[in-house]
Structure formats: C-alpha cells, structure tokens
C-alpha cells in the first residue's frame, strides 16, 4: 500500500491529541518491529541549542547516544522499558543497519520538493522522519560496499544527501532534540510488523532525479 501524501496518521502508541510517549514508541520499535534502539542524549536544560554530552561544540545537540554507547542499542523490552523510565524524555536513538532500517536524509527544503515530485510519479516510499533541518527516508539496510558502487555509477549526486547505514543512527519520533521535535512526515501504517521500506537505489535515483528534475537546489549541509 502506498503512503499517502497530505495526511498525519496516529503512531501508535499516540492517544488523542496528546503527544505520544517516548517509552511505548521505544518499546514499539523495539519489541515488535526488532528495531535495537537506544536513548540519546538529553538537550541541556541551560539552552535546546546546546548539548548534555561534554562537547561544547555538539552539532547534534540530544540527537545522538552517548551513555550507553551506540553498541548498547537493544530489542530487549525489559531493558528498553528500564531506559525510558528512567529517562522519560529521552530521545530514541535508532541503530541503523544489521536487523534495522537505513535512512537517506537530505535538507528538509530539498526534501519537501523531491518527495512531492515522487508523489507524482507515484514512487512507493516507506516512513520518512523529520526534524527541523533535515528529512530522512527510511530504506533497506544496505552495505558500504553496495552504496560505494551505487554512488560511483552516478554522475552526480548532491554532496548535501546522508547515508545512515551500519554503525550509523538516526533519531526517531516522537524525539525532542536540541534543534527541536523529531516527527513522522510519512508515518508507518499502524499493526504489529515492521513497516516496508524501499531498496536504497531506488530511493537514491528518484531523490537524484526529481532534484534534477525539479531545478531544487540541495545546499551543501
């Protein structure tokens, strides 16, 4: 079934209008899905902007893992239910890669113009997750060696696009980071298994593409 443009769909663990909690979307992630998740670092109670981790200089402020380290993400429920009661606004910081999804993100402007040039040609995109700056599409997990030779056979590629593959993360909604909340521009379809994702070349040639296409300048970010 294809994602439907236009419209906001509940998460699940989302009731009303109050916005969902971390702990049911991590275990969601976790247990059902076999996402290994992990939460981030909290952004500075002093300033969003500014980080919880040492470096003063953070470009991610919240939106990363710090203790434990990214080889701690787990699927383990009784572990992910002892993080976030702990820490209940922590945010969940996926593992990409191995069982978990990969992500192709680009500037959020950018992004905004190449998904609704792919609506309209009716590409099949899995769940794409926003932040303030940049948006990221969820694909298949893909090795360094796959996406070494996907990129040599472009003759361009915007230098602004990011791949999140193993040993990479990405920060899931319903995060708040520093630079602000974390959301679903495309959310998964509600039920008990994993959500589909798309081949990472067939997301890298339409995003390519339709910025082609489209004349959309994707700046160097």
């Given at each position: 079934?294809?994602?439907?443009p ?43 902007a ?9 470009t ?26 702990n820490?209940?606004?922590?945010p969940?910081?996926l593992?990409?890669?191995g ?38 599409l969820l ?7 796959q996406?070494g ?10 230098g602004?696009l990011r791949?999140?593959g193993?040993?990479g ?7 708040e ?5 974390v ?27 339709a910025?082609?296409?489209?004349g ?6």
């Amino acid at each position: 079934m294809r994602e439907i443009p236009g419209r906001r769909r509940r998460f699940l663990s989302q009731r009303g209008d109050r916005s969902p909690e971390p702990i049911g979307a991590a275990l969601t992630f976790a247990t059902a899905w076999q996402w290994p998740v992990l939460p981030g670092v909290a952004p500075d109670p002093r300033g969003r902007a500014r980080c919880g981790c040492p470096d003063p200089d953070c470009t991610v402020p919240g939106a990363h893992p710090f203790d434990p380290g990214l080889l701690a993400a787990t699927t383990d429920g009784r572990m992910v239910r002892w993080w976030w009661t702990n820490r209940p606004t922590a945010p969940i910081i996926l593992a990409t890669g191995g069982r978990a999804p990969c992500a192709v993100s680009l500037p959020a402007l950018a992004a905004a113009h190449a998904l609704a040039a792919l609506d309209r040609i009716g590409m099949r995109l899995g769940p794409v997750v926003a932040s303030p700056s940049r948006w990221a599409l969820l694909v298949k997990p893909y090795s360094m060696e796959q996406l070494g030779e996907l990129l040599y056979a472009k003759d361009f590629v915007p230098g602004s696009l990011r791949f999140h593959g193993e040993g990479g993360y990405l920060p899931l909604p319903p995060s708040e980071t520093g630079e602000g909340a974390v959301r679903w521009e495309r959310a998964p379809l509600p039920g008990s298994r994993a959500p589909w994702v798309p081949d990472v070349e067939a997301v890298v040639d339409a995003v390519v593409e339709a910025l082609t296409r489209t004349g959309v300048s994707a700046p160097e970010m």
